[in-house]
């Protein structure tokens, strides 16, 4: 059998470490050895990969091992680090906080790879590093734009940004991109689809009682759920999220995917079971928006009061959806049942085995692998082979037929490249 490749994002490898395993990367589909093991990775190898807007280079199947054992490696002297400085890995003082919030309210994350060299813009686009956010190069000359496109901003695992005030701009461009003729390549529909539903999430979450926005969230995921049974050989492309923060219309997005994908590795039919577990899933967090939005994003652990109140969100959600809409009860499932476990130990109900709906099983899986896999300012994210272990470590709390149903599929999605 030939061999296996699996992609490690750049970001994953240390500046000035040697590490012990060989790097390979993709050219035409073929993998082409980079850098032979025991080989310093300087600053300029990175930079230089960097220019060429390479984001991640592979690890063969065999050398697996070393590389999750140089990870480990890496976390523990960067928890050492930051131990030593008395913040173990979050913000140092209040301000930082005060900044990250302030980032979180005024910015909206976009994916970068809907940009193409020349495009016209007609908003600026920034880019958010160490709790700051800065305008991206390509629009600093000029102030007013419109702007042209270089990308030169745009080559690296910069997380991209734009203002909230941009966002009806912002979503006439990705309307366009999705209506032109020949709406160009699978992944580039899925990336527009992926933008279009984050906004939709977003103006879910800051008002949920709205008729509209439910109908929107509606014909949203019924798009998502169209565009994964078309493209059911290059499905795998909506599915390439890379979470760098944490944002609940990031996270929501997210969900929804990963619980559609898994419920269409199951068999579920399309109507109306993918399209309502698509739509609990994609509401499965409504909850939130009546919880303090410093609650949500504060940095490090939480009280058990303010823990408390985080539980709160599944029946806010539950509430606000029954109060303000007339959803199916499957729809409600995965708002209501999402952070239940099987061994009755989940909140809010603590509902044991089979009182868990078949929804409520798949997106309880889904929604903490999302929350582990996902990087945010202060915690280092977990990566899938991570994320998996841990899950597999505390199986009793999940479907097992689910679980192994999700770690074959995403094992296929690592395979593919994604
Ligand atoms: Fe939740
Ligand atoms: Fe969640």
């Known amino acids: 059998m030939a061999e296996q490749y699996f992609p490690v994002p750049l970001r994953r490898i240390g500046v000035d470490t040697v590490p012990n395993f060989d790097l390979f990367i993709k050219q035409k589909n073929r993998y082409v050895l980079y850098r032979k093991a025991d080989i310093m990775f300087e600053k300029t190898v990175l930079n230089n990969l960097m220019e060429n807007r390479i984001e991640s280079l592979f690890v063969s199947k065999r050398d697996l091992k070393l590389y999750e054992e140089y990870r480990r490696q890496i976390v523990e002297e960067q928890e050492g680090v930051a131990e030593e400085k008395g913040f173990a ?44 956010v800065h305008l991206a190069e390509d629009f600093e000359e000029k102030p007013e734009g419109p702007w042209q496109l270089t990308l030169k901003s745009f080559a690296t695992d910069r ?32 990336c527009a689809l992926r933008e279009m539903s984050k906004m939709v999430v977003k103006d879910v979450l800051d008002d949920p009682r709205s008729g509209e926005n439910i109908k929107r969230a509606n014909q949203t995921v019924d ?94 959600g539950v509430n606000i959806l029954n ?40 997106s309880s899986i889904v929604d903490v692998y999302d929350a582990l896999t996902t990087e945010r300012s202060y915690k280092k994210a977990l990566t899938p082979f991570e994320a998996l272990s841990f899950l597999s470590k505390t199986q009793k709390e999940y479907d097992q037929n689910f679980l192994t149903k999700f770690i074959l599929m995403l094992g296929k999605q690592i395979e593919k490249g994604v």
């Open 89 to 132: 890995g979050i913000f140092i003082d209040l301000e930082e906080v005060e900044r990250y919030h302030e980032i979180l309210d005024n910015y909206h994350v976009i994916d970068h790879s809907l940009f193409k060299p020349e495009m016209e813009l007609s908003f600026a686009v920034y880019y958010h590093e160490k709790n700051d």
């Open 159 to 190: 997380e991209l940004m734009i203002k909230n005030e941009d966002l009806p701009a912002y979503r006439s461009f990705v309307q366009k991109l999705m209506t032109a003729a020949g709406a160009g390549s699978v992944e580039r529909q899925a």
């Open 223 to 316: 798009s998502m759920v169209e565009f994964i049974l078309e493209n059911e050989t290059s499905f795998y492309s909506l599915m390439k999220i890379s979470g760098h923060d944490y944002y609940t219309y990031v996270h929501s997005m997210n969900v929804c995917t990963f619980c559609l994908a898994l419920g269409q590795e199951i068999g579920l039919p399309k109507s109306p079971d993918l399209e309502m577990l698509g739509l609990g899933a994609m509401l499965h967090d409504v909850g939130k928006s009546r919880v303090d939005p410093k609650l949500i994003n504060k940095p490090g652990k939480f009280t058990d009061e303010e823990f408390t109140k985080m539980k709160d969100h599944v029946l806010f």
């Open 323 to 362: 109060e303000n809409h007339d959803l199916p009860d499957k729809a409600l499932e995965p708002v209501a049942q999402h952070h239940e476990k099987l061994t009755g130990i989940g909140y809010p109900y603590g509902l044991k085995n089979h009182k868990i709906g078949l929804f409520g099983r798949i």
